[in-house]
T-cell receptor, first 115, second 112 residues
Framework: DAGVIQSPRHEVTEMGQEVTLRCKPI?????LFWYRQTMMRGLELLIY????????DSGMPEDRFSAKMPNASFSTLKIQPSEPRDSAVYFC?????????????FGPGTRLTVT | GDSVTQMEGPVTLSEEAFLTINCTYT??????LFWYVQYPGEGLQLLLK?????DKGSNKGFEATYRKETTSFHLEKGSVQVSDSAVYFC???????????FGTGTKLQVIP
């Protein structure tokens, strides 16, 4: 299996621009998570989906952030307009509802820099 | 709510030294417990897990035992290598829930 795939790996944009991050989960996994990692705040859960339906978006920082999952193999996280404080590494992770535990499998992350 | 507390880093050790990273948790019921590792520039990878009390998870020479009486899941390795330098995250998931609660991470640096 190719694992969780994220694109782009690096994104540099100017303040005010729209940014779209992409994620392809592991085939057969029915949960998808978006996280943000910064030095100051550590690893934060932004939103997660089950069978393409958003379950909990309480971690989304504000209305500038939105996430979609149009099908089982694709999800996007959009920031519009972007601000310098959005600079972080964004991770996508997926998991399968089965077995004893629900370990998550992480993608390599997208490093976002907003200038 | 559920929480995970792990020791502050960074931890600096010489190669072949013994490693312990402490982790304690608060959760209702019997959660599953995990250690994840993050190498520089990469995402988190599952290192080991344990799903019930007294289980021992192990992988790549690392071990951790699920201790319900002390609500702990300390990570140990008998002889660390430079390649073990990374950030280690303790985590839990409550039974029946997909969300994983992560600790703040402990950075390990191993020097030759």
């Amino acid at each position: 299996d190719a694992g969780v795939i994220q694109s782009p790996r690096h994104e540099v944009t100017e303040m005010g621009q729209e940014v779209t991050l992409r994620c392809k989960p592991i085939s057969g996994h029915d949960y998808l998570f978006w996280y943000r990692q910064t030095m100051m705040r550590g690893l934060e859960l932004l939103i997660y989906f089950n069978n393409n339906v958003p379950i909990d978006d309480s971690g989304m920082p504000e209305d500038r952030f939105s996430a979609k999952m149009p099908n089982a193999s694709f999800s996007t996280l959009k920031i519009q307009p972007s601000e310098p404080r959005d600079s972080a590494v964004y991770f996508c992770a997926s998991s399968f509802h089965g077995g004893e535990s629900y370990e998550q499998y992480f993608g390599p992350g997208t490093r976002l820099t907003v200038t | 709510g559920d929480s995970v507390t792990q020791m502050e880093g960074p931890v600096t050790l010489s190669e072949e030294a013994f490693l312990t990273i402490n982790c304690t948790y608060t959760a209702t019921g019997y959660p599953s417990l995990f250690w994840y590792v993050q190498y520089p520039g990469e995402g988190l990878q599952l290192l080991l897990k344990a799903t019930k009390a007294d289980d021992k998870g192990s992988n790549k020479g690392f071990e951790a035992t699920y201790r319900k009486e002390t609500t702990s899941f300390h990570l140990e390795k008998g002889s660390v290598q430079v390649s073990d330098s990374a950030v280690y995250f303790c985590a839990l998931s409550a039974r029946g829930y997909q969300k994983v609660t992560f600790g703040t991470g402990t950075k390990l640096q191993v020097i030759p």
